[in-house]
Nanobody, 116 residues
């Protein structure tokens, strides 16, 4: 089993920056690809970012990074917009993917709210 815990969400104003953290633990946790997803009210869960790509809606504003020594993956969010408001999840997969179904382990989510 792989465990993931997100943190760092909160309420910010449009244009602000925020960094989410995902602490990954469990056996062979370093062998998993970590992706970020989000789900807004009334919408399906959608891909946000992983190590090598980002969704068009966040490209150029969001980026994934890692601190391997701390087993932590970050989602760096800049120039936040109200439409970025959602619950953000990190997830682990045995291969890098943008498809939620390819991710077998999920964190509990952290709320990001962006006001205009």
């Amino acid at each position: 089993q792989v465990q993931l815990v997100e943190s760092g969400g909160g309420m910010v104003q449009a244009g602000d920056s925020l960094r989410l953290s995902c602490v990954v633990s469990g056996h062979s946790s370093s062998h998993y690809a970590i992706g970020w997803f989000r789900q807004a009210p009334g919408k399906e869960r959608e891909f946000v970012s992983h190590d090598i790509s980002a969704a068009d809606s966040v490209k150029g504003r969001f980026a994934t990074s890692r601190d391997t020594a701390k087993n932590t993956v970050y989602l760096q969010m800049m120039s936040l917009k109200p439409e970025d408001t959602a619950v953000y999840y990190c997830a682990a997969s045995d291969r890098i993917s943008i498809r939620p179904d390819d991710y077998h382990y999920w964190g509990q989510g952290t709320q990001v709210t962006v006001s205009s």
